[in-house]
């Protein structure tokens, strides 16, 4: 979900103040701004802040939007900034490296080896939560990444940038650029390939085959472990035809596009409009 340009005469609006039109424009930024956040962030009330933080900079910083560039090329940019060294609840650990996402895969194949039935009929349930497997695991592999790769990689391979405008929002020549984005995608490639089974079809690793250690693990647990980032019934039919459409593809840059359009919190935008009120930068009521 690409951000969405509001129109000149919506920013010029809002630049001066009218409130329909700063309306206007948040909404129509937001549903981009957020899954770009839960993309590099992981976690959705991470991303809601961060969210939430950037928007409130777009509104009160307007008046330095030159039009140099498009809107939405500035909004990325502020986005991007911003998701660089925004604060998360827990200490991110892009140490949860390659490797150690490896032996986990590892370990749950191991697991459903030994106690899952050989070959079990998957119910409907079944597949919807493979589908929310795939989901975590593609958002470990980012996670694994340093944050300025993972905005790199996010920005070309997710949202399908420009290579000179990502290029420019990511504060980078061209040349340097392409080179971080090709080890980034060489990365995620190697580890793809001759593990995940929805990449290689030789591959060990099925969804569907970690489910057995992923159960057994929430049931010990005191507080269940899944990732659960899929929360509403649209997220969910979307999930599934992205999945249904990246399975005639079969590549590990599909692979990480094929994730819903995550719908931001309904309560974000009233709470920004109370934050911009309370600091006067919108009439209150």
Same mark, same amino acid.
């Given at each position: 979900m690409?951000?969405? +340009?509001?129109?000149? +005469?919506?920013?010029?609006?809002?630049? &001066?103040?009218q409130l329909d039109a700063i309306d206007t424009l948040l909404r129509a930024v937001q549903p981009g701004v957020y899954n770009l956040?839960?993309?590099?962030?992981?976690?959705? +009330?991470d991303? &809601?802040?961060?969210?939430?933080?950037?928007? !409130?900079? %777009?509104?009160?910083?307007?008046?330095s939007f030159r039009g140099e560039a498009a809107f939405t090329t500035w909004v990325w940019r502020v986005a991007h900034n911003h998701l660089l060294t925004a604060a998360t609840r827990a200490a991110e650990h892009p140490q949860l490296s390659l490797e150690a996402l490896g032996e986990k895969l590892g370990e749950g194949l191991a697991y459903a080896a030994a106690y899952a039935d050989a070959a079990p009929v998957l119910t409907p349930e079944d597949k919807a939560a493979a589908r929310e497997v795939a989901l975590g695991?593609?958002?470990?592999? %980012?996670?694994?990444?340093?944050?300025?790769?993972? %905005?790199?990689l996010v920005l070309d391979t997710v949202f399908d940038l420009r290579s000179d405008d990502a290029a420019g929002i990511a504060g980078l020549t061209p040349a340097a650029y392409r080179?971080?984005?090709?080890?980034?995608r060489a990365r995620l490639e190697g580890f793809t390939q001759?593990?995940?089974? !929805?990449?290689?079809a030789q591959a060990a690793c099925r969804c569907e085959g970690q489910l057995p250690a992923l159960r057994e693990?929430?049931?010990?647990?005191?507080?269940?472990?899944?990732?659960?980032?899929?929360?509403?019934r649209a997220e969910r039919a979307e999930l599934e035809a992205q999945f249904d459409a990246f399975t005639r593809v079969h590549d590990a840059a599909s692979l990480m596009r094929a994730h819903p359009a995550w719908r931001a919190p309904e309560a974000q935008h009233a &709470?920004?409009?109370?934050?911009?009120?309370?600091?006067?930068? %919108?009439?209150?009521?």
């Open positions: 690409k951000i969405v +340009d509001p129109g000149a +005469d919506v920013v010029r609006a809002a630049t &001066a103040g956040a839960l993309r590099v962030l992981g976690h959705r +009330d991303a &809601a802040d961060a969210t939430q933080e950037i928007l !409130l900079k %777009l509104v009160t910083h307007l008046g695991c593609t958002q470990g592999m %980012l996670m694994s990444l340093d944050r300025r790769d993972r %905005l790199i080179q971080r984005l090709s080890r980034a001759g593990r995940c089974g !929805l990449v290689d693990r929430d049931r010990r647990a005191p507080q269940p472990v899944t990732m659960a980032l899929v929360r509403t &709470a920004i409009r109370a934050v911009l009120s309370r600091e006067g930068f %919108l009439p209150a009521g």
